[in-house]
């Protein structure tokens, strides 16, 4: 029995969802990197910036070639690149709503009462 479509969506989004793993697709979206070059623009350690490539790699998200002993990452579709273009351009429009909401909710507050004189 085959899995809802809902569920692998779900899925994919759960890939998504760790800041390593998002960051790295950033840089990949730019070009391709060398794992080395890559811990300097992630700033984590080598073993998890290898952990999180993998999960990326078994989502079929990235690609990985070898090049004598350096490993180099690329995206396996230009199409992730757009879904975080896309995803940036979401939470602009989000995080624009909750600007103007919190500047209708200042403006609509009372102002505070002078205490009364002792």
């Given at each position: ?48 910036l ?6 990326l ?38 995080l ?23």
């Amino acid at each position: 029995m085959s899995r809802p479509l809902y569920q692998v969506k779900a899925d994919f989004f759960k890939t998504l969802g760790h800041p390593v793993r998002v960051r790295v697709l950033e840089l990949l979206s730019q070009r391709e990197y060398a794992v080395g070059e890559m811990l300097p623009e992630v700033g984590v350690e080598a073993a998890s910036l290898s952990q999180q490539l993998a999960v990326l790699r078994r989502a079929g998200l990235v690609s990985s070639r070898k090049a004598g002993s350096t490993v180099y990452y690329a995206l396996a579709s230009p199409r992730v690149a757009e879904l975080l273009t896309v995803a940036r351009r979401i939470l602009t429009e989000v995080l624009s709503g909750q600007v103007e909401l919190l500047a209708d909710l200042q403006a609509a507050a009372p102002s505070p009462r002078p205490s009364p004189p002792s």
